[in-house]
């Protein structure tokens, strides 16, 4: 069985399942009863937001049984879980190297860290890839080929080179992160380092989608700006569940007039029932 086995066993039968797609992955079903799935290239940064019983635990089981089942996709798998609400780290038992669960905040420190010295040096490859198309065009109409559609093919055939596989960094719960900020007078190199890592978590939001990391932020909280990131208008699609107030949906969806025009109120929902905004 290629899925973690546990209180929710059930979750995991899905080998043969409809839900189960290569580079696809399941996100649920419309209201017209349609399967909906999102291509792991058109994945971006999400802010997921939804009271406690909402169904958000199991909307990331289903979301994390298409991610194992296209992980030869993914170079990394990266998943937060200080609060244990929905046992991640039993994904670290699957034996794949690709899947880092992170339970404790000296390694998030550590593991933030690296991804963004990832994210830096994929942008150098791209600016790198750049100045070589540049100079092969230079070449080519210095040879006397002035044709653009030439032109642009050599150009885009060396940009096509960079294929970067796509990494999933996925935190359960993201107010519990500030909360685990060592006290300054009692360890100031965590203090420093924690400090860091939310200056990387900035950074990550702002300019990772395009290097094909992908950032998945969960929160029972109707917002995380709260949190002292500000990077919350960098994720750029929305998964909104049930939600106990106006404040939690104008946060996570920019304003109630999509909603209204929906003719839906969140805070009616049922479980497992939400609204996603794709960008």
Same mark, same amino acid.
């Given at each position: 069985?290629?899925?973690?086995?546990g209180?929710?066993?059930?979750?995991?039968?899905?080998?043969?399942d409809?839900?189960?797609?290569?580079?696809?992955?399941?996100?649920?079903?419309?209201?017209?009863?349609?399967?909906?799935?999102?291509?792991?290239?058109?994945?971006?940064?999400?802010?997921?937001?939804?009271?406690?019983?909402?169904?958000?635990?199991?909307?990331?089981?289903?979301?994390?049984?298409?991610?194992?089942?296209?992980?030869?996709?993914?170079?990394?798998?990266?998943?937060?879980?200080?609060?244990?609400?929905?046992?991640?780290?039993?994904?670290?038992?699957l034996?794949?190297?690709k899947i880092?669960v992170?339970?404790?905040?000296?390694?998030?420190?550590?593991?933030?860290?690296?991804?963004?010295?990832?994210?830096?040096?994929?942008?150098?490859?791209?600016?790198?890839?750049?100045?070589?198309?540049?100079?092969?065009?230079?070449?080519?109409?210095?040879?006397?080929?002035?044709?653009?559609?030439?032109?642009?093919?050599?150009?885009?055939?060396?940009?096509?080179?960079i294929?970067?596989?796509?990494?999933?960094?996925?935190?359960?719960?993201?107010?519990?992160?500030?909360?685990?900020?060592?006290?300054?007078?009692?360890?100031?190199?965590?203090?420093?380092?924690?400090?860091?890592?939310?200056?990387n978590?900035?950074?990550?939001?702002?300019?990772?989608? /395009?290097q094909?990391?992908?950032?998945?932020?969960?929160?029972?909280?109707?917002? +995380? #700006? &709260?949190? $002292? =990131?500000?990077?919350?208008?960098?994720?750029?699609?929305?998964?909104?569940m049930?939600?106990? /107030?106006?404040?939690?949906?104008?946060?996570?969806?920019?304003?109630?007039?999509? +909603? #209204? &025009?929906? $003719? =839906?109120?969140?805070?009616?929902f049922?479980?497992?029932?939400?609204?996603?905004?794709?960008?």
């Open positions: 069985d290629r899925f973690p086995k209180k929710d066993e059930k979750m995991y039968e899905w080998k043969n409809r839900h189960l797609r290569e580079k696809e992955i399941y996100f649920g079903t419309t209201e017209d009863g349609k399967d909906f799935f999102v291509k792991i290239k058109d994945l971006t940064h999400f802010f997921l937001n939804g009271a406690s019983g909402a169904g958000k635990s199991q909307w990331i089981y289903s979301f994390l049984n298409g991610v194992i089942h296209n992980l030869d996709q993914f170079e990394k798998v990266i998943l937060i879980d200080f609060k244990k609400g929905i046992s991640l780290d039993r994904y670290g038992n034996g794949s190297d880092i992170v339970t404790s905040i000296q390694q998030m420190w550590k593991v933030v860290e690296d991804l963004e010295r990832t994210n830096q040096t994929r942008m150098e490859d791209v600016v790198n890839k750049q100045r070589e198309a540049i100079q092969k065009v230079i070449e080519l109409k210095n040879q006397g080929i002035t044709d653009e559609k030439i032109l642009q093919e050599a150009k885009e055939a060396i940009i096509d080179k294929e970067d596989k796509a990494i999933l960094f996925l935190t359960d719960e993201f107010a519990e992160i500030p909360k685990k900020q060592p006290k300054k007078d009692l360890d100031k190199d965590g203090y420093l380092r924690h400090q860091q890592m939310m200056v978590l900035e950074s990550l939001a702002a300019t990772a989608r /395009s094909n990391i992908k950032m998945f932020i969960i929160t029972q909280k109707g917002t +995380i #700006k &709260e949190s $002292g =990131v500000e990077f919350q208008d960098n994720l750029q699609s929305k998964l909104l049930k939600v106990k /107030s106006t404040m939690a949906m104008t946060s996570c969806l920019g304003d109630t007039e999509s +909603i #209204k &025009e929906l $003719g =839906v109120n969140p805070k009616n049922t479980y497992g029932r939400f609204i996603l905004h794709l960008d």
